[in-house]
Each structure stands twice: as C-alpha cells, then as structure tokens.
C-alpha cells in the first residue's frame, strides 16, 4: 500500500475556549487546513514549528522521540490542538517536529475520530459502520 494523506483543519483550542467565554470573536480563532500523512506507525499527531507558530500553540512539555530512522530527538509538545477530518473531531496533544517537517496523523488521533484507512482508494474515511458518529470502544 502506497502512502495515505488527507485534509484535515489544525485549531488553537485554548482560541476555542477564549471564543466560548466571549473573551475573543469566532473570526479570531487561530485555525490552518494542512495535509496530513496518515501514519499508523506513529502514535501521536505531529506538527511543524512553522505550524506550531502560525497557531500561536504553547508548549506544555518536552518528549523525546524515536524517527523513523532511529534518531532520538526531544519534541516540544503543544495542547490543545482540535484537528477536524470531514463530520469528526478531536482534541489532542502535538508533537512539534523542526521545520517545516511533515504533519503526520498518528494512531491515537485516528482512533479517537474512528477513521479508517480505505486500502483500495488508499484513502482516510469515516468508519462505515458509524458514519454519522465517532464510536469508541470503551472495553
């Protein structure tokens, strides 16, 4: 199977939060469209510093982190971040990558919104057996 990638919309969701109590106007949230790789070997959702910046994100702690070529490197990581694929949504935290890296959808992301990768079309879909819904397992 070849790589997967898919439009998804990156949100400040302490902007979220702010809008809710009315201290800023929607218009003012801080939001980016982004293609994604679709990356199941990696777990969290990561970003870019050109991303993390343009969101105005704050870092909440370090992490180190294992690349795909074995290098280890210590991350900042953001929260929150609301990232919305088609009718889903979630919450998570980010790793930040330097540069302008990549975004990478990890597996824990794709989990939360029940999306599935589509092998055929070698695409990201909602959960057929849930399409108007996020289902999770709570077993």
Do not use: W
Request: net charge negative.
């Amino acid at each position: 199977m070849g790589m997967v990638h898919a439009e998804i919309e990156l949100i400040n969701g302490d902007d979220i939060a702010l809008a809710k109590a009315h201290v800023i106007g929607e218009e003012e949230i801080k939001r980016i469209h982004v293609i994604a790789l679709v990356d199941t070997g990696s777990y969290m959702l990561c970003i870019n510093e050109n991303i993390q910046e343009q969101l105005k994100l704050q870092v909440v702690e370090q992490r180190k982190a294992q690349l795909a070529n074995g290098e280890i490197i210590e991350c900042d990581v953001v929260s929150p971040v609301e990232l919305k694929f088609k009718n889903r949504r979630s919450v998570q935290s980010a790793m930040v990558l330097p540069g302008d890296s990549e975004v990478l959808l990890g597996a824990i992301p794709l989990e939360d919104m029940d999306v599935l990768i589509h092998p055929l079309r070698q695409e990201l879909i909602v959960n057929p057996e849930h399409p108007y819904f996020a289902q999770m397992k709570l077993k």
